[in-house]
């Protein structure tokens, strides 16, 4: 679907500074009409249909309202190479790298750009220019909608109201599905004229008729690809990927890189966090955060059922992003700014996360996942057998009929589900709580296959810190990257930070220092360390990691008699499995609990290699005494 039949091509009743700025990218733009979104039912309904006629998405036979989009082969995840923050003063991006910047070799990257580890940067007004070039004329022969939305709650003083341009169809569904949208977001507005609204600009980069050869159910311009942020004016420009994570600009853009930035400037948190309840059997219940990368276990935590511990139970708030903010009374309190779940696919099954599987049979977009002939979705680990079917009759992310054979998996391994937040059976009773819900425990984790334990307890709030900035790794299918390589991931915001990985950290470092603040403890979790030998994981994971959330459960409590003991060492608090208050439920490897002085050693190195060369000058003072002090506890 390229022109969208019941455009309206009225601004009127938009507030008068979002009027002239969309006023202004029509102009640029150039499409063959425009449409402010309503948000409606119909309207969502007419949008499908003619994706549906045009190729654009199939409707799932054996599903209500379900239907699968396939992208570009060459679009299919978030391009950290190209998201770049663009401010005046680089030093509010990114440090100067003890060894310098590479050189950017890529011809269609601007050659002023600014490449590190911890993020990408460019000048604002340099910037500005070149989007202005690629923005121009760009949406030629499409439609431009305009789609207001809201991140956070309606009536909470901590959510944000904001406005994407885009001239996919395919980003307003998802958006209306992710987020609070459509016109009736404008009555949250503080500042009535709209000046303080976030504004966002994006499109597929593909203007009508195309000299180009392009695939016309997915239009996208790979090489053409940047995912900007200007924080400085609160605008996002994104440019050429279709992909959710490029495209839907309120999640990571929005709610994490500007959101980053905002909160940085009016003194809360904004992170690459899940948000759940516990209640254990005597009702007692506690909110937890948790940071762990992209496709690294979030969804699945946040959905958890319970298993190896009976009387327990686990309620969503959140499945990817928190916005924290300490309350009068010194307690965090977190909301969830988002609106649905943009979830990995592969991996889901009843057995591992049936709750994400029952709540994606209605009104769901899948993003090049597999489809069956009678018409259900597929994708590696589903664990369900193919109804008598044979595998030949499964038709590949690709559109291709799939085999074993081919060698090639079926779904792409970053497939996703997109669903109503509503749609989720477990969903904590406070979730759309306006005032957030009061957070006891951060959790960090990664994937680890060596040398990182099951659990460990940091000593205070300034280790803790320490040990979300020492974060690292394997990467994942949700970013460019080849291979499985252990990558830095601190606080599992690297692609996310929407300023100087420094200044970040001096930021959660300040919130030790205040007064009056009922700080959470931190801690770090590993599902994922596996038998050197055999290759396989040593934990169960999944539901029995609530054998390990209990234990946290049991650490926060006032009580003696119920604490959950620990044992000291050099990295931090780990259970200890000699007494029965350990971690429960069952047996627990002794190798998930090992703590290698040899190991840890080199992770010291890594770390400080790291720092050194790319925070250098603006690494607090605060995190290098942590490292020295590991160091020095791991050598005694
Ligand atoms: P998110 O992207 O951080 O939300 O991660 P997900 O929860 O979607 O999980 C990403 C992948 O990791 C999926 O394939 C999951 O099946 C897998 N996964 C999640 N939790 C666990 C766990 O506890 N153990 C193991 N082995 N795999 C897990
Ligand atoms: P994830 O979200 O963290 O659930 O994978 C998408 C992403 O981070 O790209
Ligand atoms: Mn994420
Ligand atoms: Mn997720």
Known sequence: MEVYAHANNSLDGLPSKIREYVQEKITLCQPSSFHVCDGSEQENQELLDAMEQAGVIRRLKKYKNCYIATTDPRDVARVESRTIICTKNMNDVVSTPRSGFPPVTDPNLPKNLKQTPLGNWMDSDEMMEVMEKRFAGCMRGRTLFVIPYMMGPYSSPYSKVAIEITDSPYVVVSMRIMTRMGTQVFKELKVPDGSTVVKCLHSVGVPLPSDKPVCSTWPSNPEQTLITHF???????????????????????????????????????????????????????????????????????????????????????????????????????????????FGVAPGTSKSTNPIALDMVHENTIFTNVAETSDGDVYWEGIDQEIDGLHETLIRSWKNKRWSVDLGEPAAHPNSRFCTSIKQCSILDPEWNNPQGVPIEAIIFGGRRPVGVPLVFESFNWQHGVFVGASMRSESTAAAEFKGKQIMHDPFAMRPFFGYNFGQYLSHWLSFGKKEGLQLPKIYHVNWFLKDSQTNQFLWPGFGENIRVIDWIFRRLTNDSSKKASARKTAIGLIPDQSTSDGIRGGEVNPALLEISNDFWLSECKAIRNYFEENVNENLPKEITLELDALQKRLSQ
Do not use: Q
Request: glycine share 12%.
């Open 231 to 341: 924080p400085e004016r609160n605008e996002i420009i994104s440019f050429g990927s279709g992909y959710g994570g490029n495209s839907l600009c309120g999640k990571k853009c929005l709610a994490l890189r500007i959101g980053s930035s905002l909160a940085k400037r009016e003194g809360w948190l904004a992170e690459h966090m899940l948000i759940m309840s516990i209640t254990n059997p005597e009702g007692v219940k506690k909110y937890f955060v948790a940071a762990f990368p992209s496709a690294c276990g979030k969804t699945n935590l946040a959905m958890l059922r319970p298993k190896g511990l009976p009387g327990y139970k686990v309620e969503c708030v959140g499945d990817d992003i928190a916005w924290m903010h300490f309350d009068e009374e010194g307690r965090l309190r977190a909301i969830n700014p988002e609106f649905g779940f």
